[in-house]
């Protein structure tokens, strides 16, 4: 594992949001709704933002308050992105890198939501369905008493 960016953000309550590549419609105004929200807080945010329902999640969160750790499925970025730079310039930012793979694979990507589900204090996940390789990490993380949200299911 490694990291850049303000690594004291592992020592607070996090709290993980996973969601489906694949999502039903009826998913996306609820997950922006509650990015709006997580983005006025002071709790940290824990995801891959690589769907692209996660990655719009991203993009409300950035333009909040809230801290932000993401889990990247890929070695870190080899210059930091335009988009990333002010919220990591006010230390609001962990970038974490799980693998050091250059391109993220389907086994990276699991990688990375394992590590989101086995270090989030809470997880919401937007959308769930029972064959989606989320539900298994949802059934350990529940399994363990960690608080489990779902704002929208195929379950």
């Known amino acids: 594992m490694t990291t850049v960016g303000n690594i004291a953000l592992l020592d607070q309550p996090k709290h993980g949001f996973l969601c489906s590549r694949t999502t039903a419609s009826s998913a996306i105004l609820p997950c922006l709704d509650w990015a709006t929200e997580m983005a006025k807080g002071n709790v940290p945010v824990m995801s891959t933002f690589h769907s692209e329902l996660e990655s719009a999640v991203f993009d409300i969160l950035l333009r909040g308050t809230c801290p932000i750790i993401m889990v990247l499925g890929r070695s870190l970025y080899k210059s930091m992105p335009e988009r990333l ?67 929208t299911s195929k379950i």
């Not at 937007?126 to 990490?137: A, V």
């Not at 949802?138 to 489990?148: D, M």
């Open 85 to 151: 730079k002010s919220a990591m310039e006010s230390e609001r930012l962990l970038l974490i890198s799980v693998t050091k793979q250059s391109r993220i694979s389907k086994e990276s990507a699991f990688l990375a939501n394992k590590y989101i589900s086995e270090n989030s204090t809470t997880i919401t996940f937007g959308f769930l369905s029972k064959e989606s390789s989320l539900y298994p990490l949802y059934e350990k993380a529940t399994a363990k008493g960690v608080k489990c949200d779902m704002l």
